[in-house]
């Protein structure tokens, strides 16, 4: 980085220290916060929409569906996260591949298992073999951010499922008084008041979430604890900047962050919970509704 | 006419399936100094790097490093998201039935036990090795109690803070930790010969490109140029060809 830290061996002090901390392995220790950020905003959108899409499969009329949303939060939740983990993303990548192959390779007549290895022909290879090395990245990352958003998504699914039901009956049958369809009163009584009810477990998923990033270097994403066991490790003089084991101050750094992100998870959630408490029939609504007075 | 272009497209087809297969991916570990590791600019280096770019450079290939967790590196290889492992794995029957090897890179070299102190119990004691390695499997072997580890540098930590008595590896991957250690580690006991050397493996349906390989890898022994690299990344105390 700097002009000064060609040989690294002849530094010392500060110098070396500013030398080592600005290496191409330590921008990538940094990019890596980046990334961990970035699954985040990705995960807890799509994480929401699938829970949302199985709270409303399960409480469909019809049941075919319903069985589907019932087991999916059922299923998911009652798998131990490492196993889905690790079986998920292989299995996705498998199935994307097999089918890529059905599709752009008729005439191959090879089986696809042979033994133990999983062949495919070379146009349906995901990502190509030629692909450059970013492509491959971004790959391994989606199928982690699909991985987390259909684990997470089940616990939400049951979040929402409760939220649903504990919204007084009252305002639906007021609402059907009023004269609204079922589709109506869903999406114009129920939804809005369903939320404030949802927060509490949602939040906690959110703190799970955070805490669950980690998980990420099992599927080969090279996170932020990766870099931080990589970088820390003892190293010899094979490497530029021999230094013993220092993975304690590494992992030091990584609760700072992990702890200012959860400081300002709390924050934000209590701002949402009072403005959802807005008008709504609880406590908390009551309370702000007094306050006004 | 209509065979002839049918045949032309079937031919530009097969020309793109080689340029497309033109590019391998050479799996690694990138935690196993001074055979791979991944150096301070981020990028894979070490013996395997060099041994690696040249026997793609012999064999006319474009090859892309990846660094993949040592437990999982030959699920990866058989599923196909890379297409050989070069990563110091020692040649094993066991290992055998699920890939295929290349003629060894390396003659078969010594492993060696790792210590704070030369008194230590081998066969009684607590035994610090890398998961899925041979030296794992040779310490059940020998009675001790075995502690695994996902890197060479957790098991050498382990001994470090007492965890373990000894660590079981590679001597030529302990002694950089040993010889740098000022004195506070050691290796104890004799060398012990595990492993038919260390070769590149394959998935058993991808034998052509195994024998590019391996005819590359017998070119590099041929002209000396192996030993060179050897010495240069190993010592001049590991064994050569």
Known sequence: ?293 | MKKLILGTAALALSAGMALAQDVVRLGTEGAYPPYNFINDNGEVDGFERELGDELCARAALTCEWVTNDWDSIIPNLVSGNYDTIIAGMSITAERREVVDFTQGYTPPSPSAYAALSDDVDLTGGVIASQTGTIQANYVVDTGATLVEFPTLDEALAAVRNGEADAVILDKDSLAPAVNESGGEMMFVGEDIALGEGIGMAFRKSDPDLRATFDAAIQSMKDDGTLNDLITKWLGEDSPRF
């Open chain 1, 1 to 293: 980085m700097f002009g000064y830290c060609s040989d690294p061996s002849a530094l010392d002090g500060l110098v070396w220290l500013s030398c080592y901390l600005t290496s191409g392995k330590h921008m990538a220790f940094y990019a890596s916060f980046g990334t961990v950020m970035l699954l985040l905003a990705i995960t807890a959108p799509a994480a929401l929409l699938f829970g949302f899409g199985g709270a409303v499969a399960a409480r469909s009329a019809f049941w075919p569906l319903r069985i589907l949303g019932k087991a999916y939060s059922a299923m998911v939740r009652g798998i131990p996260d490492i196993v889905f983990f690790l079986f998920v993303p292989i299995a996705l990548d498998q199935a994307f591949e097999w089918m890529r192959h059905k599709a752009l390779c008729p005439e191959w007549e090879a089986p696809v298992r042979q033994g133990n290895d999983f062949v495919v022909c070379v146009e349906a290879k995901l990502p190509l073999s030629a692909s450059p090395q970013w492509v491959h990245e971004s790959y391994g990352f989606a199928l982690a951010v699909l991985a987390f958003s259909i684990v997470f998504g089940a616990f939400a699914a049951n979040v929402f499922y409760g939220a649903m039901r504990t919204v007084p009956r009252a305002q639906l049958e007021t609402a059907q008084a009023y004269g609204m369809t079922e589709r109506q009163s869903f999406w114009r009584v129920l939804i809005p008041q369903m939320w404030i009810y949802a927060l509490p477990g949602l939040s906690n998923l959110w703190m799970i979430l955070i805490k669950a990033t980690p998980l990420l270097f099992l599927l080969g994403v090279e996170d932020i604890v990766y870099w931080a066991r990589e970088l820390g490790g003892s190293k010899t003089s094979i490497y530029a900047y021999p230094h013993p084991d220092w993975r304690l101050y590494y992992f030091l750094a990584l609760l700072v962050f992990y702890l200012a992100l959860t400081r300002v998870s709390e924050i934000a959630l209590a701002r949402l919970t009072a403005r959802l408490s807005r008008g709504q029939a609880t406590m908390a609504g009551e309370a702000l509704r007094k306050a006004a007075v």
